[in-house]
C-alpha cells in the first residue's frame, strides 16, 4: 500500500528528529515533543510469557527496550524477540487502517476506510449470518492475550457457544492429564530441583519463564542434574548431562519403565502415596509388565540407564522432577503420556515441596460487574460434551471443531471473528482451513499485521501495538506470581485502537452495549482494588509489576486432611472418571505407529529467536534465519539421495513444500525437523514471503482421543530433490 502523501511529510519530520534510523520507522501522525527521554515500564507482548519491560522514549519515539529486573518472573530477561519488539510500532509494513476487502478474497485489493464504516459493515454481515443461521452461525476464534476475555465476552453476548480458542493447538493435554490427577496444573521448580528429566521439552530454545532463567541458574552453578530425551539435540540437549534421542512417541514407555523399576524397588515415597495418593495397588500391578529391557526395545534408551535413572531420580526426590512440557500438541497419546509423568512425579512424592512440583501461588484480582447476558441456546458445533466430556469446555477442541464446520454438521457455521490468531499456519492440514475459509460468508480479523489469514478476511480491524495500548491488569500465575500491567509508552502512530474500543465499536451495531458499558480504567481501577497497596494504580504506573512479598511458599496443601479438587479427593493414579468415560484409568502403553518404509517423521519444534509463525516479519529477528530448512540426518539423506542445501519437495497426504534440504547429526534418521513460521503467502509479510515452507501444508490432522489436542508429529513424510 502506498504512503500517503500526508504520512511521508511527517515520516521525514520523525526521521529528522533523528531518533531512530529512518529504515525502521514508518511513518507518524502525533506531535512529539524535542528533548525528552522518559522510561516506561510495560509488559512484552511478543510471546505468551509477558515478561516486564522498561521502555526508553526519547522525543516520543522508542529507542531501546531493556528488562525489568522487578519482575521475578521475567528477572533481567529480555530475549531477542522481546528487543526486537519496538518494530512492530515501527514496521512499515505493519496494520495501520482498518481495511475493507475489494476484490476476491485473497486478491489484496483493499480499501482504507473509517472506524465507522467498518465497524458498520461488520455488523451488518454478522447480523445477516445470526437471522440466517442464529448467533451459533458466528464462529469467534482468539489465542490468549490480556484483551480476548472482551472479544470472548463479545461472542458470548452476540449469544454463540462457538468460542475456540489455542489449547487444542498447544497445552489442552498436558493440563487435562494433571488436572485429572491433581485437580490442578502445577508449576516445577526448576530452581531448587537437584534432578530434572525434560522430555519434549526444550526449555533453551522455548523459552518460558521462570523456567528457562531457573533451569539455567540451577544447571550452571548448582549442578542440577538435567537429563534430556529427545529425538534433536537440541541447545537444551547440548546443556544436559545427558542427552538421549528417544524413539519418537515412545516416551510412556520410558516412564512406565521408570516406575516399574521405582516401584519394584521400594523407592517410592511409601508415606506420601498412602496419605494422599489413591489407586497405587492398581498402578503397582499394570507396570509390572513394563520392564527396562521392555522399554529399551521401545525407547532405544539402554534399560542400563532406565534402571540408572530411575534409582537417580527417586534418590533425589523430593528435589526431582519429571517435567511436564508445555506443547504437548505432539502425539495422538499424549493425554496418556502425560498422565504417567504426572504419576511418577507423584509416587516419588515431590508435590507441593521446594525443588518439585508446585501449585500455583494465586493473587485475587476485583472483577468489574457488567450486565449478564443469557446463556446461549445451541450447543458447541465441536459437540465437546459427546467427543470430550472430560476436557475444558469453554476453549473449544479446534480440529474437530474445523471437522464440523466443512461437514456443516450438526449446523452451519457461516462467519468466523478472529482475534490475535493465524489459522491458516497454527492449524495443521492448511488446505482444510482454507476450505473453512473458502465455506464462510464472512471473516473478520483482529491483527497488528498483514497475517496469512488476514490475508483472507473481509474486513481488518488492526489493533494498536502492545507498546501503545492500555490492556487489561493481569496475573501471571505461579509458584510466585506476579501482577502485571501493560501501559501504553508511545500514542498510536496510525489509526489503530486497542481491543475494547473494536469489541465497544461493534457491541454498539449490534445492539449489546450494555454489555460493554465501561471504560479500561474502570476494569483496572477494579481489579487492582483489592491489592495491599495504598494507590495500586499509581504503584503499577510506575513499577509496571507488583509482587506480593514473602517470595514462594512450600507446602500449604501438606496436609493429610487437604481434599484435592478431583472425584475422591486424592492424587489419583487411578481415575474412576477416565474409566466411566471410557479411557484407560492408568496409562496403558500404546506404540505409536513407525514410517512407512521410506518415510520420514516430521517433528516440531521451536527457536528462541522466533514465536510460532508470527514473527519471521521482523527484520532484527529475519536475520537470525532468513529462510527455514528441511534438517535431515545425512544417513536419511543419502537414502533418498539428497545432498546438503539441495531443493527438497517434503509431502504427506495433505500437501507439499518445497526448501532447501540440511544435513546434520543433530536429528535421528527417522525424523526430520522444519521451523514454524516460513512460506508465508501474504505479500505483506515482505521478508516472509514465500522463503522456505509452511510446515502447516503438510502436517496431517490427527488428535488426541480424550483431550481432543492436536497431534502435529504423528506425519510421515516423503522427501525428493527437485
Ligand atoms: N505447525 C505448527 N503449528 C502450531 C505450532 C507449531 O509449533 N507448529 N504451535 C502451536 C502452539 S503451541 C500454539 S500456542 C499456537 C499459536 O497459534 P497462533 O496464536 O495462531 O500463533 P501466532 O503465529 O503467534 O499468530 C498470532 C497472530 O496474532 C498476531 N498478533 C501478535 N500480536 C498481536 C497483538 O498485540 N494484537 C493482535 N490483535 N494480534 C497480534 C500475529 O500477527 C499473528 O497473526 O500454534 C500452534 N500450532
Ligand atoms: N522462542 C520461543 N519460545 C516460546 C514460544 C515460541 O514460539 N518461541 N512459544 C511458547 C509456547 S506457546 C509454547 S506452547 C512453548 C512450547 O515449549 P516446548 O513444548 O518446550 O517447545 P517445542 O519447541 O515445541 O519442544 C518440543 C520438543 O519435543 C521434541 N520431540 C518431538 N517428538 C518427541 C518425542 O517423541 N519425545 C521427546 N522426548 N521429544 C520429542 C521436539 O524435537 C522439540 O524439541 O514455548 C513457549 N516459548
Ligand atoms: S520471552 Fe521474550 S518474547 Fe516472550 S515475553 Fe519474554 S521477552 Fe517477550
Ligand atoms: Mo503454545
Redesign the pocket.
Known amino acids: 500500500m502506498p504512503v500517503s502523501s500526508l504520512d511521508r511529510r511527517r515520516f521525514i519530520q520523525i526521521a529528522g528528529a533523528g531518533a531512530v534510523a529512518a529504515t525502521q520507522i514508518g511513518c507518524g501522525r502525533h506531535q512529539i515533543a524535542l528533548g525528552q527521554r522518559r522510561e516506561i515500564p510495560t509488559t512484552c507482548?511478543l510471546c505468551?510469557n509477558k515478561c516486564s519491560v522498561i521502555a526508553v522514549v526519547e522525543d516520543g519515539l522508542i529507542r531501546k527496550l531493556n528488562p525489568n529486573p522487578e519482575n521475578p518472573k521475567s528477572r533481567g530477561m529480555l530475549c531477542a524477540r522481546g528487543n526486537a519488539g519496538l518494530l512492530?510500532v515501527y514496521d512499515p509494513n505493519r496494520l495501520k487502517r482498518p481495511l475493507i476487502r475489494a476484490g476476491a478474497r485473497g486478491e489484496g485489493k483493499w480499501r482504507e476506510v473509517s472506524w465507522d464504516e467498518a465497524f458498520d459493515y461488520t455488523a451488518q454481515r454478522l447480523s445477516a449470518v445470526k437471522e440466517k443461521y442464529g448467533p451459533q452461525g458466528v464462529l469467534w476464534s482468539s489465542?490468549e492475550?490480556f484483551a480476548e476475555v472482551f472479544f470472548k465476552n463479545l461472542g458470548m453476548a452476540f449469544g454463540s457457544p462457538n468460542i475456540v480458542r489455542?489449547p487444542t493447538?498447544?497445552?489442552a493435554s498436558v493440563n487435562l492429564a494433571y488436572s485429572m490427577t491433581f485437580g490442578t496444573v502445577p508449576s516445577f521448580d526448576l530452581l531448587n530441583a537437584n534432578y530434572v528429566i525434560m522430555a519434549g521439552a526444550n526449555r533453551f530454545e522455548a523459552l518460558i519463564t521462570p523456567d528457562t532463567m531457573d533451569l539455567i541458574e540451577s544447571t550452571m552453578n548448582r549442578k542440577t542434574r538435567l537429563v534430556c530425551l529427545d529425538p534433536r539435540f537440541t541447545v537444551t540437549a547440548s546443556r544436559a548431562d545427558e542427552w538421549y534421542p528417544v524413539k519418537p512417541g515412545t516416551d510412556m514407555a520410558f516412564i512406565l519403565a521408570m516406575l516399574h523399576v521405582i516401584i519394584s524397588e521400594g523407592r517410592h515415597d511409601k508415606e506420601f502415596v498412602a496419605n494422599y495418593c489413591q489407586g497405587f495397588e492398581q498402578l503397582a500391578e499394570l507396570v509390572k509388565q513394563y520392564t527396562p529391557e521392555w522399554a529399551e526395545k521401545e525407547t532405544e534408551i539402554p534399560a542400563a540407564d532406565i534402571v540408572r535413572i530411575a534409582r537417580e531420580f527417586s534418590d533425589a526426590a523430593p528435589r526431582a522432577v519429571f517435567y511436564a512440557g508445555r506443547?504437548s500438541?505432539t502425539y495422538q497419546n499424549d493425554f496418556q503420556m502425560r498422565r504417567a509423568q504426572a504419576i511418577l512425579n507423584a509416587v516419588v512424592g515431590n508435590w507441593d515441596r521446594e525443588g518439585g512440583m508446585v501449585p500455583n501461588a494465586k493473587i485475587a484480582l476485583g472483577e468489574y460487574m457488567f450486565l449478564p447476558w443469557d446463556d446461549p441456546q445451541a450447543p458447541r458445533v465441536d459437540e465437546m460434551e459427546k467427543n470430550f466430556p472430560l476436557a475444558a469446555k469453554g476453549d473449544g477442541a479446534y480440529l474437530k471443531l474445523r471437522e464440523n464446520v466443512l461437514a456443516g454438521s450438526p449446523y452451519p457455521v457461516k462467519a468466523w471473528m478472529i482475534?490475535?490468531?493465524?489459522?491458516l499456519?497454527?492449524?495443521?492440514e492448511q488446505a482444510k482451513t482454507m476450505r473453512m475459509i473458502e465455506q464462510m460468508d464472512f471473516i473478520a480479523a483482529?491483527?497488528?499485521?498483514m497475517?496469512d489469514?488476514?490475508w483472507y478476511a473481509d474486513v481488518v480491524f488492526p489493533?494498536s501495538?502492545?507498546l501503545e495500548r492500555l490492556d487489561p491488569i493481569e496475573v501471571l500465575s505461579g509458584i510466585w506470581p506476579v501482577v502485571v500491567l501493560r501501559q501504553p509508552v508511545v500514542k498510536p502512530v496510525y489509526d489503530t485502537k486497542p481491543?475494547l474500543d473494536i469489541v465497544q465499536g461493534l457491541a454498539r451495531r449490534l445492539g449489546l452495549q450494555q454489555y460493554f458499558d465501561y471504560t479500561i480504567e474502570q476494569w483496572n481501577d477494579a481489579a487492582v482494588k483489592e491489592l495491599p497497596l495504598e494507590m495500586p494504580l499509581e504503584y503499577l504506573k510506575k513499577h509496571g509489576v507488583y509482587t506480593p512479598p514473602g517470595g514462594p511458599k512450600y507446602g500449604a496443601t501438606l496436609n493429610p486432611e487437604h481434599r484435592f479438587v478431583t472425584k475422591s479427593g486424592k492424587i489419583e493414579l487411578y481415575s474412576e472418571r477416565l474409566q466411566e468415560a471410557g479411557h484407560d484409568p492408568l496409562p496403558v502403553y500404546q506404540p505409536p505407529l513407525g514410517p512407512p518404509e521410506g518415510r520420514f517423521r516430521l517433528v516440531?519444534g521451536?527457536k528462541a529467536y522466533y514465536?510460532?509463525?508470527?514473527s519471521t516479519s521482523n527484520p532484527w529477528l529475519l536475520d537470525f534465519a532468513p529462510e527455514n530448512h528441511l534438517s535431515i540426518n545425512p544417513a536419511a539423506a543419502a537414502s533418498v539421495g539428497v545432498a546438503d542445501g539441495d531443493m527438497v519437495e517434503v509431502s504427506s497426504s495433505v500437501g507439499a513444500v518445497r526448501l532447501r534440504a540440511r544435513l546434520t547429526q543433530e536429528i535421528r534418521p527417522d525424523c526430520v525437523y522444519m521451523l514454524?513460521?516460513f512460506g508465508k503467502q501474504s505479500p505483506w509479510l515482505k521478508r516472509a514471503y514465500h522463503r522456505g515452507g509452511s510446515?502447516?501444508a503438510i502436517?496431517e490432522t490427527a488428535w488426541d482421543k480424550v483431550s481432543g489436542n492436536?497431534a502435529?508429529h504423528e506425519t510421515f513424510v516423503k522427501i525428493r530433490k527437485v
Open positions: 507482548e505468551p512492530q489465542t492475550a489455542h493447538l498447544c497445552l506443547r500438541s482475534l490475535k490468531q493465524d489459522p499456519n497454527a492449524l495443521p483482529i491483527d497488528i499485521q497475517s489469514t488476514t489493533e501495538t502492545y481491543c516440531l521451536r514465536t510460532h509463525a508470527n514454524h513460521g510446515d502447516a502436517l492436536a502435529m
